[in-house]
T-cell receptor, first 114, second 113 residues
Framework: GNSVTQMEGPVTLSEEAFLTINCTYTATGYPSLFWYVQYPGEGLQLLLKATKADDKGSNKGFEATYRKETTSFHLEKGSVQVSDSAVYFCALSDNTGGGNKLTFGTGTQLKVEL | DTAVSQTPKYLVTQMGNDKSIKCEQNLGHDTMYWYKQDSKKFLKIMFSYNNKELIINETVPNRFSPKSPDKAHLNLHINSLELGDSAVYFC????????????FGQGTRLTVV
């Protein structure tokens, strides 16, 4: 079956530091890949996505590249801000089994300090 | 305008009770979902409906019964609530039954005491 593995948190960084959150996946088909973000007390928001190999998703300074050869979709940001503190979820979506569903990683909590 | 809205946001109830969570989306999507997030933040799909038809049922106890009166609504009814049902429940919707992104509601925090 499908699965997503992402690095465990919490990750604590100083403002303006470089961020990498690793994500690897296992899938039987050709999934789309996503990063969702959950701010405290809120629902999930789509941060970025990539639908095929070598696609790069980007939004709000965050980037991730769909690497089929390494089955990875690592999230990066060059300079984090305090407002980026949240839980980040890597996810994949495929409909090979009939019906579309997201398979999530366990989430990585990011805390950015001044 | 809220795209995917759930009510209530918080729900505290006693074991054995029956409760419902409502979800509505105004995005014109034809697929809706229920996800459960446990205390460790792990998210797992429970159900998926496409055009009011059940598509995915992920080994959820039959005490949980989703109902979709129309494409814009997917409600979740839970019978005989147990302590282990305490979690945050998220409703979501997407446009097609393909690999498109899902839009999530704000979540309903259910606490069973």
């Amino acid at each position: 079956g499908n699965s997503v593995t992402q690095m465990e948190g919490p990750v604590t960084l100083s403002e303006e530091a470089f961020l990498t959150i690793n994500c690897t996946y296992t899938a039987t088909g050709y999934p789309s890949l996503f990063w969702y973000v959950q701010y405290p007390g809120e629902g999930l928001q789509l941060l970025l996505k990539a639908t095929k190999a070598d696609d790069k998703g980007s939004n709000k300074g965050f980037e991730a590249t769909y690497r089929k050869e390494t089955t990875s979709f690592h999230l990066e940001k060059g300079s984090v801000q305090v407002s980026d503190s949240a839980v980040y979820f890597c996810a994949l979506s495929d409909n090979t089994g009939g019906g579309n569903k997201l398979t999530f990683g366990t989430g990585t909590q990011l805390k950015v300090e001044l | 305008d809220t795209a995917v809205s759930q009510t209530p946001k918080y729900l505290v109830t006693q074991m054995g009770n029956d409760k419902s969570i409502k979800c509505e989306q105004n995005l014109g999507h034809d697929t809706m979902y229920w996800y459960k997030q446990d205390s460790k933040k792990f998210l797992k799909i429970m159900f998926s409906y496409n055009n009011k038809e059940l598509i995915i049922n992920e080994t959820v106890p039959n005490r949980f019964s989703p109902k979709s009166p129309d494409k814009a609504h997917l409600n979740l009814h839970i019978n005989s609530l147990e302590l282990g049902d305490s979690a945050v429940y998220f409703c979501a919707s997407s446009h097609e039954i393909t690999n498109t992104e899902a839009f999530f509601g704000q979540g309903t925090r259910l606490t069973v005491v």
